[in-house]
């Protein structure tokens, strides 16, 4: 019997749960189990060789009292004392390495869990992201890990090489918007994406800019403000598929998370980016990645607002956006093809 692949997918935002969806999706001779606190039923529908594993949450619980006091380990991003969220989380994935073995677990992302299905001697594989990861904690699992994968090319890797380069295959990005044919957009149609993982940019500033551009239509996806009475924004709240109302806008406006970047590059849309303060400076570091194009602005959220947003609207319609070697066609099939060689060469099937 072939090696069965596992998906573990951190909960925070909805990026994480996609690209998981995707691999899973492209893994068709193999088990493959996706593991999860914040996973659907619906998820795995038209994915015959998928089920899933429910983790309970990690947190703290109402009827649960206050935390014992420890020093946080270095070697854990997470590991906080007498959450039964957390000890529950351990003993079903120990019952499930046990039970599944012999499976190569995805980690998508967590430190905590590689570890932990290397100590129960389940190998995996790492998906790495931006960000500063210098931490003791960080390099531990990339040092327990069999293979890393970067879910974007070796261009925009801005840190500097690691010991643990050897086991890194960049596959270059990929999102659920890639092979959507090209449409015309709507001149002076501006969408704002708001992610499930929270953001900066809020209602009331983009009620300030709509009011500076008077000749702009705004589509803000993710946020609903419906008590707003400008006639030039239009709140559409959680979209499902925002795929077709983001290709009819001209601009789009969002944060430098993974999952907003590789879909605006994947539409070929001019892009105002808004790093937000996550930990490791992730954002950040993606912005700078793709700071230096055409078609593309990196504003700080302190300076959002200041902006004239007149004259930077203009600049921008003035360029032809520069996404060139962001997007790998190939990128799943190379992904999926590194994890299932890594699988034969540890269980021989």
């Known amino acids: 019997m072939k090696a069965a692949i596992g ?78 969220g957390i000890r529950a989380r351990a003993a079903i994935l120990a019952e499930l390495f046990k039970v599944n073995y012999p499976m190569l677990l995805v980690v998508d992302v967590s430190v905590e869990v590689t570890l932990f299905a290397r100590l129960c001697g389940v190998p995996t594989v790492v998906i790495m992201q931006h ?36 086991k890194t295959i960049f596959a270059g990005g990929f999102s659920r918007f890639d092979n959507i044919p090209e449409r015309e957009y709507k001149k002076n149609s501006i969408a704002v994406m708001i992610g499930k993982g929270g953001s900066s940019i809020k209602g009331e500033t983009i009620i300030k800019i709509a009011r500076q551009l008077t000749k702009c239509n705004f589509h803000v996806i993710g946020l609903d403000k419906s008590e707003s009475t400008l006639a030039n924004i239009s709140w559409h709240g959680a979209v499902e598929n925002p795929s077709e109302l983001l290709l009819s806008c001209e601009i789009i406006i969002g944060n430098t998370g993974h999952n907003t970047v590789m879909e605006v590059a994947a539409l070929g849309r001019r892009f105002i980016g808004v790093p937000e303060d ?32 007149p004259f930077l609207i203009k600049l921008l319609q003035q360029e032809n956006v520069d996404w060139d070697g962001i997007i790998n066609p190939g990128a799943i099939k190379a992904m999926v093809a590194a994890i299932t060689d890594q699988a034969c060469k540890i269980f021989g099937h």
Request: charged share 25%.
């Open 7 to 84: 998906i573990y997918v951190h909960h925070h935002g909805s990026g994480h749960r996609m690209r998981a969806l995707q691999l899973a999706a492209a893994i068709k001779d193999r088990r493959v189990l996706l593991i999860g606190s914040n996973l659907k039923d619906r998820d795995i529908l038209g994915i015959e060789n998928a089920s899933l594993v429910h983790l309970p949450m990690d947190t703290l619980e109402e009827d649960e009292g206050p935390l014992a006091k420890s020093d946080p380990p270095a070697a854990f991003h997470y590991a906080p004392l007498g959450i039964k």
């Open 131 to 166: 960000g500063i990861r210098d931490d003791i904690a960080h390099q531990m699992a990339y040092q327990s890990a069999e293979l890393i994968l970067a879910p974007f090319n070796q261009a925009m890797y801005m840190g500097k090489e690691t010991p643990m380069f050897h």
């Open 278 to 309: 996550r930990p490791f400076c992730e954002q950040e570091q993606k912005a700078e990645a793709i700071s230096n194009r055409k078609g593309i602005r990196i504003i700080g959220i302190k300076e959002f607002e200041k902006q004239d947003w």
